[in-house]
């Protein structure tokens, strides 16, 4: 069973960056889709970016991006000129790829979490 371990968030001033990291407890390889997504308190979770596709969400495309490292197993989320809206807990998934291998970024489809890491951006 795949377990998911995220850190690396923080509280961080409006243009600035962080690199969030997930660990995995396995070799997932690129038998999985692995994902981001965030959520306000109150509000639906949204989807952030998924691999190995790359996929983006619109709020995020450009400032956002997602990769892996295979040894360590950690996928990492790099994210730059941070925005006050940007401030949620970011959450890592993972999913077995469905036929057809495309990963989405639907949190519906992801049935394995982590606990998240909270980041906060002030202005």
């Known amino acids: 069973q795949v377990q998911l371990a995220e850190s690396g968030g923080g509280s961080v001033q409006a243009g600035g960056s962080l690199r969030l990291s997930c660990d995995v407890s396995?070799?997932?390889?690129?038998?999985?889709?692995m994902a981001w997504f965030r959520q306000i308190i109150g509000k639906e979770r949204e989807g952030v970016a998924a691999?190995?596709?790359?996929a983006y969400g619109d709020s995020v495309y450009g400032r956002f991006i997602i990769s892996r490292d295979n040894v360590k197993n950690t996928i990492y989320l790099q994210i730059n000129s941070l925005k006050v809206e940007d401030t949620a807990t970011y959450y890592c998934?993972?999913?077995?790829?469905?036929?057809?291998?495309?990963?989405?970024?639907?949190?519906?489809?992801?049935?394995?979490w982590g606990q998240g890491t909270q980041v906060t951006v002030s202005s």
């Open positions: 998934a993972a999913e077995p790829r469905p036929a057809g291998g495309i990963c989405t970024i639907d949190p519906t489809l992801y049935n394995t």
């Open positions: 396995i070799d997932i390889g690129t038998r999985f889709c």
């Open positions: 691999m190995p596709n790359g």
